[in-house]
């Protein structure tokens, strides 16, 4: 081989090698480029979706504008606010108090020992009853149960004062209330099951629409709002004309317990 063509080849091999390292200067420029964008795009992802999460965050909730909305008050309710609930005759010269929370346990096993008995004395006149509607087990093993129990007992009301009270006492059933932690009663179609066992309610087109338009859920708030300015601090609760009983544990024991009281 000549000295020419051995220098023209060292030189074409130079130029080869030169052009593949160009090449991948290239390759690795544009491999930069693509993984400095994805990163770039993956930061303004993560960070829209902060502001996504942030601006969420910041947006009051259902029961937040419920409390903002246009109080409306159900039938047979007394008060400025209608928050006086007074179910009994007129001419009963006595008043039992009754604070419950939906959601409470306690409350439905007052309710299932004692709730029949209550309602024969309501009806027999001996005294009236005055009931106190509580939600604050929402805020302690968090949900929308208690709030969304009262307005449709709000909706109960509203039909009368008779449907009020089955359903409650279908509300606090063996059968149909559920455990503290489960919040069943944050779904209006649980709701409006336990009102298919109250003839009155049963079917009841106008009750059905209260119940899932949350008619009276500002009502239910401000409910709440006076169980909270009363002074009681837990559910059940019993005082007869101001006046606190014990909470007995059975319908003999209340009877006593209630006969004391208005002879007091």
Request: aromatic share 8%; with cysteine; glycine share 10%.
């Amino acid at each position: 081989m000549s000295s020419r063509n051995s220098q023209a080849n060292k030189a074409a091999a130079r130029e080869r090698l030169r052009a593949e390292r160009e090449a991948q200067a290239k390759k690795d420029k544009v491999r930069r480029q693509l993984v400095v964008g994805g990163a770039v795009l993956a930061v303004l992802a993560i960070a829209g979706g902060i502001g996504y999460a942030v601006v969420q965050s910041s947006k009051p909730g259902y029961w937040e504008n419920a409390a903002k909305a246009d109080l409306i008050k159900p039938k047979n309710t007394e008060g400025e606010d209608g928050t006086t609930v007074v179910v009994g005759k007129p001419e009963a010269k006595k008043t039992l108090e009754l604070y419950e929370d939906s959601r409470c346990p306690a409350c439905a096993s007052f309710e299932q020992a004692v709730g029949g008995q209550v309602k024969k004395d309501v009806d027999a006149g001996k005294y009236k009853l005055r009931y106190f509607g509580a939600t604050f087990i929402d805020n302690a093993v968090k949900g929308e149960g208690s709030k969304n129990a009262l307005s449709a007992l709000g909706a109960a009301l509203n039909v009368s004062p008779e449907a009020f009270l089955d359903y409650k006492a279908a509300l606090y059933s063996k059968e149909l209330h559920p455990e503290e932690t489960v919040d069943s009663f944050a779904k209006d179609a649980y709701l409006l099951k336990v009102a298919d066992t109250v003839p009155a309610l049963k079917g009841n087109a106008e009750f059905k629409k209260a119940v899932e338009d949350g008619t009276y859920d500002r009502w239910a708030l401000t409910m709440s709002d006076a169980f909270g300015k009363s002074g009681v601090t837990g559910t059940p609760t019993l005082k007869m004309d101001g006046k606190k009983i014990e909470t007995p544990g059975t319908a003999d024991a209340f009877t006593a317990a209630i006969d004391k009281a208005l002879a007091g």
